[in-house]
C-alpha cells in the first residue's frame, strides 16, 4: 500500500508539472529566433497569450490565387500587433492564375504601413505546369511584387520542392524552407536559406490544433528580413 502510495503521488506530481509547464514552445532549442505562420485554419487565436510566448515573429496568410482572401487576415494581423509580434503577410501561388490578377489580390490585403516583416510569397506546386513553363511563371510573378512593394519578396517552399523544381532561380532572394524532421533542410545548389519551418505540428498556448514553427538559421536576425518603410 504504501508502495503504491508514493508510485501514485510521483505520478500527480509528473502530471501537475507538465500541466504547469504548457506546451512546448521551441521545438529543438529556444537559442534561435522563433515564429510561426498560421491562416484561418487555426481558428480563433489567443493573441493575448501568443504575445506571452517566446515566439518573435509571425506571418500570417493573405491571399491565395487571383480571387481568394483568407477570412481571419483582417483581425489576426490587428491583434498580433495589438500584442507585441513582428508580422509579416503571405501569398500562396498558383501558377495557372495571371500574375497581375494574384498581385492584385495581395496588394489589397498586404498593405505596406500594416508590414513588419517582408512579404513572403508561398511556392508548393506547379499545377500540372511543365517545369520551365512554371519557373518562368514564378519569376515574372516575383518581379511584380519586388516593384510593387520596391523589396524582394522571402521565398517559402520545402526542401524537395526546391530542389527539384527552383534550383538556380532564387538565387538573389531570402529563402525559408520547409522540412519536418530533426535533420536541418539541405539544398543541392548549396544556396543557403535564412529559416527553417522545422514542424507543422507545433503546440502553443492561444493557438486550438496544430500550428507552423520555424527559426532563424545559425546568427541570421530578424532585422533581415524587415519590410523597409520608404
Not at 516575383?142 to 512593394?149: C, D, G, I, Q
Not at 543541392?188 to 519551418?197: H, I, N, P
Amino acid at each position: 500500500m504504501k508502495r503504491f502510495s508514493l508510485i501514485f503521488f510521483f505520478t500527480v506530481i509528473s502530471l501537475a508539472s507538465f500541466a504547469q509547464g504548457g506546451r512546448v514552445e521551441c521545438e529543438d532549442t529556444c537559442r534561435h529566433i522563433h515564429g510561426i505562420d498560421l491562416s484561418h485554419y487555426q481558428g480563433t487565436v489567443f493573441w493575448e497569450t501568443v504575445g506571452k510566448s517566446k515566439m518573435a515573429y509571425v506571418y500570417l496568410k493573405a491571399t491565395e490565387g487571383g480571387t481568394r482572401i483568407d477570412d481571419k487576415y483582417k483581425q489576426n494581423i490587428d491583434l498580433a500587433h495589438n500584442y507585441g509580434l513582428k508580422v509579416g503577410s503571405y501569398h500562396f501561388y498558383r501558377p495557372k492564375v495571371n500574375q497581375k490578377e494574384q498581385l492584385h489580390n495581395f496588394m489589397a490585403q498586404c498593405r505596406p504601413g500594416d508590414q513588419d516583416l517582408l512579404p513572403m510569397i508561398d511556392v508548393e506546386t506547379r499545377s500540372g505546369m511543365p517545369r520551365e513553363e512554371f519557373r518562368d511563371s514564378l519569376a515574372k510573378f516575383l518581379v511584380l511584387v519586388e516593384k510593387a512593394y520596391r523589396q524582394r519578396p522571402l521565398v517559402y517552399t520545402g526542401t524537395n520542392f526546391y530542389n527539384a523544381n527552383l534550383q538556380g532561380m532564387l538565387d538573389d532572394y531570402k529563402l525559408m524552407i520547409a522540412q519536418y524532421s530533426s535533420r536541418q533542410p539541405v539544398l543541392t545548389d548549396g544556396k543557403e536559406y535564412l529559416l527553417w519551418q522545422y514542424t507543422a505540428k507545433g503546440r502553443l498556448d492561444g493557438i486550438n490544433g496544430f500550428v507552423d514553427k520555424s527559426r532563424f538559421m545559425g546568427k541570421h536576425k530578424l532585422r533581415e528580413i524587415r519590410f523597409r518603410h520608404r
